[in-house]
């Protein structure tokens, strides 16, 4: 008798051998008596590579840091080259000279390649392959998806519909299957509805599809769907898997990400306009950067710069000991995410090391981690940005005019040769001097930020330097304003940051003499955000004092760490950023400083010689110095200047106009650009072990070659843009592409639809995909014709009868539309639509989580959220990272960590509970059934007949109609309840429990 | 040969495990919480295959195990590891330097307000607070060098529970199911008993991540309703079994459909079943009063009848198979957990108080009953305190050094490992890492902790991540 291992080995043998021939495409199936036999002709991608990858990369792939034996067997060259043993691995056309097949033949376990300790183990048909490549010459090929994606000219003359179908007909016929017949038009029109809205379809749809018997039917059905504003919710659900979309950091509290719920609207709208996917892509990673922003035509809202939450999903921590391997932590999650999302590929692998298997080296990591460490956190207010431009605009424009309308008159002065001790513009250039009990980080006295960057609007270009202070009745000159950063240079209300460039700390204060109301200012180490007790509480002071005060930091717990300061008009609570209409902050100056205050020197008091006209010269230029305004208050004082511009009254009062017309009240998370910081390799991704030199910017640069390195002042997400964008760039479309085609079909044509590296699966229909691909860019990235294009084929359009006598148990080719469970988002808006409680309201803020008592912790929100979600799409119910929605959970909404691109499909008790008996699901049976039988003129086969279509889309079969019947009379009376008489209660409760077991039928939760 | 059925199901396409379990109502397989199911849903991976290619066993010597969670982090020096000096220097500075810790509000050195007694054969030292643990010491292997990555309860909460302090990992009860499955399969295989604090970091701690939905923690309280949903409309409770043959003679005409939907109508059998193995978990009446007792289920304290009544489930747990029980700590007003960073003396007088006699008992019974030898009892905080105080009377965290300790299957009783300064405060010999713990654990399962990978997002995961080694001077 065999031991079991020897079976188990054999089965194993087998599967591996099935997975060879189909390229792994196909399921193992122990009945399956099938010989495999070895191709004519062996391919390195689809036969060999596969073989490597599993069994030999480990130690003889592209890490470095692994390899043994010096041999490399990811390169032609590495395998082809004379070892340092004297032997050569691979002699193409040789097998007698090559080791390798030496090795993997050998019996002696010493030398047996894999190493039997490493459980590794080659079949004898894995070796009759390799056997077979390396006498036809051992050919290698680059990894099928690094490779531009390559179309046949004749293939784009067809309507796209047809073409996919001859493809996917083209590889029936190659593999000897017959296709199936088409659905039945109920089948079909639950299924088209679900795909494309995640809703079943209406009652009066259904009727209308029945009965239109053009051949345009299902056309004109298809445009129905994509233009009903739920595709934009059904397809964002499958966008925010991939982004890790939540609404709170998780972690410890908690904490809400301000504003994310917008992103979810954002992307809704998105793609019911059908924004090209590659703006989409531009407004994720760089929303903040585009000189010309979308603008929504209803609301003026910036709509790209809401993308950017893209990056600031992350979770966050509210009290890390160690900053440094926070933002680490926080970059890696980003880094991965924008991996898997855009490219397909898992560049956190190469964080310790060099990808075991892609040709991503953990240079490349780095390279990315630089990119995004330059990349600050920060409010973005968000409202009718069109209109708030134009008027501030408008209100610097007036500002400039008052300025104009002062110095004018001051053309020529009276004293005009006089020479007077004054400034000169001789300020230091470095924008941080060095002092001797400390140094200037900023001084804004004179006129300009000294290199500090503005994001928003609140600062203006400049500081106050020189602003005439005008009296609002009278349009009296009392005098030139002194110079400060200011956030309401242009008027208060408005958001605006101002923040340093970065710097290491190296003295043990930091101090900012500043004034404000409800304006904070903040120490930003590693990018660390949820400043808080009881660490780093000290680093996130409040300025609310209207007279000039000495804010003090402490910070010599963090000498050497990378910090920038910013100054905010408004101060976070909560780790939420909130800003009242009055709220300012106005800064003269930030030092770094030991031991005492210090105070920088006004130099320019003291300098050399100037004389008023040149002062009023200057003043009219714009380029006053601190001095020069010194000295012409004096003159002003003296009553050597005109004072009185009673015009200016009304241009005061414009401004007045229009600044109060705009506010930022209302803000979301985003990120706004820092400065350029490159970053070095962490040794073993380890930050406290950092490698000497920095490593330039990039994006995956060994697998996009043509791309020079990123120089240049900003963060270099444009450039990261662009690479993905480039037309050269092979992974892109490939990868959107087929995420739709896993969301129409249920399966990828590659199925692992985040991952296209060489570990991922081969492409089931390659030159299907490229053909995609290819369309997509030509089509103007859009996502509604690719969807159109895939839902108009034929099959998409089969039956779910699968073809007697097909061999093809997994459905690979697609001779029937497969059974599909459907998502937890669709089963709960069915339960809504068939108890008529759903709300199709589109948009707004989540709501909240329903909490049962088996959702507890830290963070718990103090009030639980309605039962049935007040009747809202799912899409709309909130995402707390801590308590996730039960209901979703159970049925595998994936847990918001990381890019989740395809959902599992799990079978748990905890599903059929969940609609054996939660009050939701009752509840929802209730509803249903006083739907049902409000109209009192209905007969009971009419009611089961309108239950049937709320619930499956059709009509019930004559059995269905005795089985329902003989259901309802056998539903007992509930004792004591309303009394045995009341036989409206008997008829609801029956009908409630008819209702709740067609919820618990499988073609309630399956397309079938 | 093999020694684990379950992992030999695993071996089993999900076909053929239908094939197997279409013999009957009886015998079906618990298909969700089953590893096997999920294991061969996979199977087309390239990685499901490698999975299998592994023959990762060892005898295993345990087969359940109990792991008792004492959230907020107890303070080793005032519980196992005796510290002398500590009183000697009460009150002055430390000499020694002092990591940034999270309060950073670090005063003088503390001496232990409880006073340290040997025990047993073994002569282990255990302070007042545990008297009756104490009584078990020859039961005990103690390790006193345990260090964490994190100093910060969120974080070491991740790590103690998942092997990562990010969130997101699977967690190791879920790592264990999916390695091994389940033995009942009217049970889920992980069982968190709530008892009141879901520790920081939340329900997170006790997911599976990456892992299939399957392998996450059910988790349940003592009382009427242990578990989510598990009953019924109690107005319509007897008319349930017809809904449900009503329900499945609707669904026949689809169960030949796919595979996924004849699972599916399987599984609601499944689900009815649980819905009476489940309650009847916490029917304690069949118990006896002398076993209740031990485990101070008539205690005047009740905090110590909470924790008792865990204990006793956890008991009936490992019994009915379920593999994996992790015991949260009572929820007590005005203390938060262990974590005691004022305080020190009434807070951990009391939560000594609420554990020490359910935890005694339980190790008691246990053995009694012969399921010691087969059940591995893991207890440990995330992280120890700090031998200074916070403020006047309390201790911040101190990852830096702490004791747990195991008992049970496979484990060296009475064994000591691992050795602090002479504060307490770091690890002078034997350190072991929190992946140090899970591979033990794994190990005394009869599972390598290299070999049990999963692979998600291009990268085979482990939950050792690339650490891990066995501590083998603990075991028998």
């Known amino acids: 008798m065999r031991s079991y291992g020897e079976v188990k080995r054999e089965i194993l043998a087998l599967k591996l051998l099935l997975i060879v021939i189909f390229g792994g495409q196909v399921l ?42 010096g041999l490399r067997l990811d390169l032609a060259d590495g395998a082809t080259k004379l070892l340092e043993s004297g032997v050569t691995a691979i002699v ?31 079949s004898d048909l894995e070796i009759g392959m390799i056997k077979k490549w390396i006498n036809q010459g051992a050919e290698y090929q680059p990894h099928w998806a690094f490779l531009p994606p390559k179309i046949s000219q004749d293939n784009l003359e067809a309507p796209m519909a047809t073409q996919i179908d001859v493809f996917l007909q083209d590889r029936m016929k190659e593999n000897g299957l017959a296709q199936g017949k ?30 239109d018997d053009r051949p345009e039917a299902y056309k004109s059905l298809v445009d129905n769907y994509l233009n009903d504003p739920a595709f934009g919710e059904k397809w964002a659900s499958h966008w925010l898997d991939v982004v890790r979309y939540a609404e709170t950091k998780g972690h410890e509290f908690d904490y809400e990400i301000q504003g994310a719920w917008r992103f979810r609207d954002y992307m809704i709208r998105a793609l019911n306009a059908d924004i090209p996917y590659d703006q989409l892509v531009r407004e994720q990673l760089s929303g903040d950067l585009l000189t010309a922003p979308r603008l929504n035509p209803e609301t003026g809202q910036n709509e790209s710069i809401l993308g950017t939450l ?15 391997k926070d933002e680490a932590d926080r970059i890696d999650n980003m880094a991965d995410v924008i991996g898997k999302s855009f490219q397909g590929l898992t560049i956190g692998c190469a964080k310790c090391h060099d990808h075991k298997f892609d040709p991503i080296p953990t240079s490349d990591y780095y390279a990315l981690y630089g990119v995004l460490g330059s990349t600050r956190f920060s409010p973005i207010p968000v409202g009718n940005f069109k209109e708030k431009h134009a008027a501030l605009q408008e209100v610097h424009q007036l500002k400039q005019q008052l300025r104009e309308m002062v110095g004018s008159t001051w053309e020529k002065p009276t004293s005009d040769s006089v020479p007077v001790l004054l400034v000169s513009q001789t300020q230091s250039k470095n924008t941080i001097q060095q002092g001797n009990s400390g140094r200037v980080l900023g001084d804004f006295r004179g006129p300009n930020f000294q290199g500090w960057k503005t994001d928003g609007e609140a600062f203006g270009v400049g500081t106050t330097l020189g602003e005439p202070i005008l009296d609002r009745q009278t349009g009296e000159l009392t005098g030139l304003k002194k110079g400060m950063a200011s956030s309401r240079i242009l008027g208060k209300g408005i958001y605006g940051a101002l923040r340093s460039p970065d710097f290491k700390i190296d003295h043990a204060y930091l101090g900012v003499r500043a004034r404000g109301k409800g304006g904070s200012i903040r120490i930003i180490m590693d990018n660390f955000q949820l400043i808080s007790y009881p660490i780093y509480g000290g680093l996130d002071q409040k300025v609310n004092d209207d007279e000039w005060q000495n804010y003090v930091f402490d910070v010599g717990d963090w000498v050497g760490h990378n910090v920038y300061i910013e100054f905010l008009p408004g101060s976070f609570v909560r780790h939420t950023y909130r800003q009242e209409p009055d709220a300012y902050i106005e800064v003269a100056y930030a030092t770094a400083f030991d031991g005492e205050w210090f105070y920088p020197e006004e130099g320019s008091r003291y300098s050399p010689v100037s004389s008023l006209s040149q002062a009023v010269n200057r003043y009219n230029e714009g380029n006053s110095s601190a001095a020069d305004v010194g000295f012409l208050n004096q003159q002003l004082n003296a009553g050597k200047l005109k004072h009185h511009f009673p015009e200016s009254r009304k241009t005061l009062l414009g401004m007045d106009l229009l600044m109060a017309t705009i506010r930022d009240t209302v803000f979301i998370q985003g990120v706004s650009e820092g400065f350029a910081r490159e970053s070095p390799i962490f040794i073993r991704g380890n930050h406290m072990e950092p490698d000497q030199q920095p490593v330039p910017r990039g994006f995956i640069s060994e697998i996009l070659d043509w791309q020079p390195s990123i120089q240049g002042p900003g963060s270099g997400r444009r450039e990261v843009v662009e690479a993905i964008l480039h037309p050269d760039n092979p992974l892109t479309t490939r990868v959107m592409v087929n995420r739709l085609w896993y969301h129409v079909f249920g399966k990828g044509l590659v199925e692992t639809v985040d991952n296209f590296g060489l570990q991922g699966k081969l492409p089931s229909h390659p030159e299907l995909l490229d053909y995609l691909a290819v369309k997509f860019r030509e089509e103007g990235w859009s996502l509604k014709t690719m969807i159109k294009a895939m839902v108009m084929t034929e099959a998409f359009q089969r039956s779910t009868t699968v073809v007697n006598g097909n061999i093809d148990p997994e459905n690979t080719y697609l001779t ?7 998502e937890a988002e669709a089963i709960r808006d069915a339960m809504l639509f068939a108890s008529g409680e759903l709300d199709n ?37 909130e995402v707390r990272r801590n308590f996730l929605d039960r209901m979703m959970t159970t049925f595998d909404r994936p847990t918001p960590f990381n890019t989740f691109g395809k959902r599992d499909v799990t079978n748990v008790p905890a599903q059929s509970l969940f609609l054996m008996n939660d009050p939701f699901v009752a509840e929802q049976a209730s509803l249903m059934a006083r739907r049902i039988l409000s109209d009192e003129e209905q007969t009971t086969e009419d009611r089961i007949r309108d239950a049937y279509f709320r619930a499956f889309s059709r009509p019930p079969s004559p059995s269905e109609i005795t089985d329902a019947k003989k259901f309802l009379a056998s539903v007992p009376t509930r004792k004591g309840a309303t009394g045995e008489s009341d036989s409206d209660a008997i008829t609801i409760q029956a009908w409630k429990e008819y209702c709740h077991a067609l919820f618990n039928m499988k073609s309630f939760i399956y397309l079938l | 040969m093999h020694h684990h059925k379950p992992l030999l199901n695993q071996r089993l396409s999900r076909r053929e495990m239908l094939n197997i379990t279409r013999c009957g109502f009886g015998s079906l397989a618990f298909m969700g919480m089953l590893g096997s199911s999920c294991k061969s849903r996979d199977k087309q991976s390239m990685d499901f295959l490698s999975q299998l290619a592994t023959t990762p066993h060892y005898v295993p010597k345990a087969k359940n195990v109990i792991f008792l969670y004492m959230d907020g982090g107890v303070s080793q020096v005032d519980s196992f590891d005796p510290k002398p000096r500590l009183a000697k220097e009460n009150g002055m500075d430390p000499t020694f330097k002092i990591d940034a810790t999270q309060f950073n509000d670090n005063g003088k050195i503390l001496q232990s307000p409880w006073a340290f007694k040997r025990y047993g054969e073994s002569g282990m030292a255990v302070s007042e607070l545990f008297p009756h643990i104490a009584s078990c010491v020859d039961d005990l292997a103690l390790i006193r060098s345990m260090v964490s990555n994190f100093p910060e309860h969120t974080n070491a909460n991740y790590f103690l529970h998942t092997g990562s302090g990010l969130q997101g990992r699977p967690s190791m009860g879920a790592w264990i199911n999916y390695g091994l499955g389940t033995e009942n399969s009217n049970l889920p295989g992980y069982v968190v008993l709530d008892g009141g604090l879901v520790p920081p970091g939340g329900v997170d701690n006790f997911k599976n991540g990456f892992l299939p939905a399957d392998y996450q923690a059910s988790i349940m309280k003592t009382g009427e309703t242990p578990v989510a949903n598990i009953q019924p409309d109690s107005s319509m409770a ?27 109508i399987k599984n609601y059998e499944l689900a009815y079943r649980m819905q009476s193995s489940v309650p009847e978990l916490s029917e304690f009446a069949s118990e006896t009063k002398a076993t209740q007792k031990l485990y101070g289920l008539f205690d005047e304290d009740p905090n110590t009848r909470s924790y008792g009544a865990q204990c006793l489930m956890a008991r009936r747990l490992v019994e009915r198979g379920v593999r994996f029980v992790e015991l949260t700590c009572p929820y007590q007003k005005g203390i938060d957990r262990w974590d005691q960073h004022h305080g020190l003396k009434d807070g951990h007088e009391r939560n000594a108080h609420a554990v020490d006699r359910p935890i005694a008992g339980l190790l008691k019974d246990l053995k009694s009953r012969g399921l010691l030898e087969e059940t591995l009892v893991v207890w440990s905080g995330e992280f120890g305190r700090t031998p200074f105080a916070q403020g006047k009377d309390g201790r911040d965290h101190n990852p830096s050094a702490f004791s747990m300790w195991m008992a049970g299957a496979g484990i060296k009783g009475g064994a000591i490992y691992g050795k602090t300064d002479e504060y307490g405060y770091r690890v002078e010999e034997n350190p072991v890492s929190i992946h140090d713990l899970h591979a033990t654990i794994l190990h005394l399962l009869g599972v390598d902790h290299k070999q049990l990978t999963y692979h998600f997002g291009g990268r085979d995961f482990r939950l050792t991540d690339v650490h891990g080694n066995v501590v083998r001077e603990v075991l028998i």
């Open chain 1, 182 to 211: 088409l659905a039945d038009k109920y089948q079909l029109i639950r299924r088209l509805s679900y795909v494309l809205t995640g809703l079943p379809p209406g009652q009066e749809a259904i009727s209308r599809y029945l009965a």
């Open chain 1, 92 to 122: 193409p056309g040789s097998l007698s000279k090559s080791a390798l097949y030496h090795r993997i033949t050998d019996s002696d376990p010493e030398l047996k390649m894999p190493p039997p300790a490493s459980n590794l183990e080659l």
């Open chain 1, 816 to 822: 029937h539309y497969p059974i599909r469970r459907m």
């Open chain 2, 238 to 264: 007897a008319f349930q079994k017809d809904k449900l043959e009503f329900i499945q003679k609707m669904d026949e005409k689809d169960r030949e459909k796919s595979d996924e939907v004849e699972a599916a």
């Open chain 1, 310 to 324: 893209f990056l600031t999903m992350t979770e966050g921590t509210h009290s890390p000991v160690d900053t440094k």
């Open chain 1, 841 to 877: 309201t589109l948009f707004g803020e989540p709501v909240p989580v329903h909490l049962t008592d088996f959702m507890q912790g830290r963070g718990r929100p103090g009030q639980s959220g309605p039962l049935d979600g007040n009747g809202r799409r799912s899409i709309y119910l």
């Open chain 1, 28 to 69: 193992f199936s122990c009945e399956t008596k099938e010989r495999a036999s070895l191709p004519d002709r062996v391919d390195f991608n689809y036969h060999i590579k596969p073989i490597l990858v599993q069994k030999c990369y480990l130690c003889h792939g592209p890490d470095p840091g692994s390899r043994e034996a």
